[in-house]
Each structure stands twice: as structure tokens, then as C-alpha cells.
């Protein structure tokens, strides 16, 4: 049973950083594909950032130059550096595990960007 657990959501002024993170539990991790997701109100969740085991990453076209995807196999952590943040960014953040086609996915946390 692989279990997600993400955390470093908040309340965030226009410009600001947040960093999130996410432990997973279980042996997979390092062979493991991790992504965050996020979902807006009224709207559906979107894919935010990848990053494979070999370290290869990718980014949605609106947090490109601003949010860096990031993991420790070490740690069974994959981290999301996120930097000017924008009202727009948001969203529930979600964090993604992907192995062998079945995915697991964290409880969310909370980000909002406002003044």
C-alpha cells in the first residue's frame, strides 16, 4: 500500500515562494515516475510538473521559469519549489505516484496566492 502525504501549502502574498512537499510511504518510490497536480474551484486538475527516475522533468507552459519540480530517492520525497507566485496559481495541490500504470495520489494541499 503505497500512501502519499503532502504538506507546505498556505497563504501566500503575489511574488512570494512556497515549497511543498511529499512522502511517500512503501519500497517503489525510487522506481517511481512523481508528479504534482493542481485543481482550481470550478475547474479540472491540471498537471503542474513531472519528474522521472531518471531525473528528467516537465512543466506546464504557466509555471515554466517559476516552479521547479524536484526528488530525494533517499527520502521518498518529491519536493515543488514554487517562486512568483501568482494569483492564479491558486489550487489544491496534489502529488502524483506513478508505477507500473496504477497511480496513487496524496490528499491535497492547500494553495492561495492572495493579498
Known amino acids: 500500500q503505497v500512501q502519499l502525504v503532502e504538506s507546505g501549502g498556505g497563504l501566500v502574498q503575489p511574488g512570494g515562494s512556497l515549497r511543498l512537499s511529499c512522502a511517500a510511504s512503501g519500497s517503489i518510490f525510487s522506481i517511481s515516475a512523481m508528479g504534482w497536480y493542481r485543481q482550481a474551484p470550478g475547474k479540472q486538475r491540471e498537471l503542474v510538473a513531472t519528474?522521472?527516475?531518471?531525473?528528467?522533468?516537465s512543466y506546464a507552459d504557466s509555471v515554466k521559469g517559476r516552479f521547479t519540480i524536484s526528488r530525494d530517492n533517499a527520502k521518498n520525497t518529491v519536493y515543488l519549489q514554487m517562486n512568483s507566485l501568482k494569483p492564479e496559481d491558486t489550487a489544491v495541490y496534489y502529488c502524483?505516484?506513478?508505477?507500473?500504470?496504477?497511480?496513487?495520489w496524496g490528499q491535497g494541499t492547500q494553495v492561495t496566492v492572495s493579498s
Open positions: 502524483n505516484l506513478n508505477v507500473l500504470g496504477v497511480a496513487y
Open positions: 519528474i522521472r527516475t531518471s531525473g528528467t522533468t
